[in-house]
T-cell receptor, first 111, second 112 residues
């Protein structure tokens, strides 16, 4: 079954701390793994994405770690800021198929 | 560069009515996907159109339909509305296979 399981459902982190959100997938044919950030009243916005030929990708304070053998990938937000408070979605697909999303993680960064 | 534009932003409809939502993709994007977002189910895929052809379809009843025009603009239609159809409907566009999706801000549909 083509599912993407995301955890935790919600997360509270102190300002300056590290936020970690995890996702697991089942379909080994998936070859594209993006993370989206959504603020209230807005659509999801692409944050960072990775393909399975690399184990890590970093863009500013955001890092994706990818473990192909475990079929898991995670988002790390370094030096978390109150402006990072949003809902984060992981997703996955293979070329030509629909993007399948996790259920989302609501992140609150307290100042 | 203009983003993905969805109209209208808000809709209130009565159970049993039908509704049409519109999506204008980013210029040059030929793929348009539609998603339903609810607090309980998250983002669920409805369908994807590429060059006016439906390429993928999710597990939604036949009351949900869509189409894409030659200028890549897309519409989705929901007939015989049910209370459970209340949701945020999101449209996303992309160049095509293997490229990232850009989402619009969505249409908030409330069925009463």
């Amino acid at each position: 079954q083509q599912q993407v399981k995301q955890s935790p459902q919600s997360l509270i982190v102190q300002k300056g701390g590290i936020s970690i959100i995890n996702c697991a997938y089942e379909n080994t044919a998936f070859d594209y793994f993006p993370w989206y950030q959504q603020f209230p009243g807005k659509g999801p916005a692409l944050l960072i994405a990775i393909r399975p030929d690399v184990s890590e990708k970093k863009e500013g304070r955001f890092t994706i770690s990818f473990n192909k053998s475990a079929k898991q990938f995670s988002l790390h937000i370094m030096d978390s800021q109150p402006g990072d408070s949003a809902t984060y979605f992981c997703a996955a697909n293979q070329a030509g198929t629909a993007l399948i999303f996790g259920k989302g993680t609501t992140l609150s960064v307290s100042s | 560069k203009a983003g993905v534009t969805q109209t209208p932003r808000y809709l209130i409809k009565t159970r049993g009515q039908q509704v049409t939502l519109s999506c204008s993709p980013i210029s040059g994007h030929r793929s348009v996907s539609w998603y339903q977002q609810t607090p309980g189910q998250g983002l669920q895929f409805l369908f994807e159109y590429f060059s006016e052809t439906q390429r993928n379809k999710g597990n939604f009843p036949g009351r949900f339909s869509g189409r894409q025009f030659s200028n890549s603009r897309s519409e989705m239609n929901v007939s015989t509305l049910e209370l459970g159809d209340s949701a945020l409907y999101l449209c996303a566009s992309s160049f095509g296979q293997g490229s990232g999706y850009t989402f619009g801000s969505g249409t908030r549909l409330t069925v009463v």
